[in-house]
Nanobody, 126 residues
Framework: QVQLVESGGGFVQPGDSLRLSCTASGRTSNSDTMAWFRQSPGKEREFVAA????????YYSDTVKGRFSISKDNAKNTVSLQMNSLKPEDTAVYYC???????????????????WGQGTQVTVSS
């Protein structure tokens, strides 16, 4: 009933910037939390950032805080992730996720979210 589509990934050098976008379609009225996760080969899915559609407060993992910025457009059902000062360790497939209104302790848990996009590859290498 809900589809999420990510875009904006690519191959960049350390220090470069990328902006990822995610568009949600379908019956999203019961969803309030939009988030970004990432996953590299052999590792579990890792929380990156989240924002509440209801009031706009944003939360970040310690590894990206100060470099990444999440934003939303409720009218367009989109969420974006501006990534600056990219590092090789940022290399991963980035996924957009949509969930209900979550408590703070649940934001970083992949199982808390109801819908996922297919992901977009981000590679940071010299």
């Amino acid at each position: 009933q809900v589809q999420l589509v990510e875009s904006g990934g690519g191959f960049v050098q350390p220090g470069d910037s990328l902006r990822l976008s995610c568009t949600a379609s379908g019956r999203t009225s019961n969803s309030d939390t939009m988030a970004w996760f990432r996953q590299s080969p052999g590792k579990e899915r890792e929380f990156v950032a989240a924002v509440f559609r209801s009031y706009g407060r944003a939360y970040y993992s310690d590894t990206v805080k100060g470099r990444f910025s999440i934003s939303k457009d409720n009218a367009k059902n989109t969420v974006s992730l501006q990534m600056n000062s990219l590092k090789p360790e940022d290399t991963a497939v980035y996924y957009c996720a949509l969930g209900q209104r979550l408590i703070l302790s649940s934001l970083q848990l992949p199982g808390s979210y109801d819908y996922w996009g297919q992901g977009t590859q981000v590679t940071v290498s010299s």
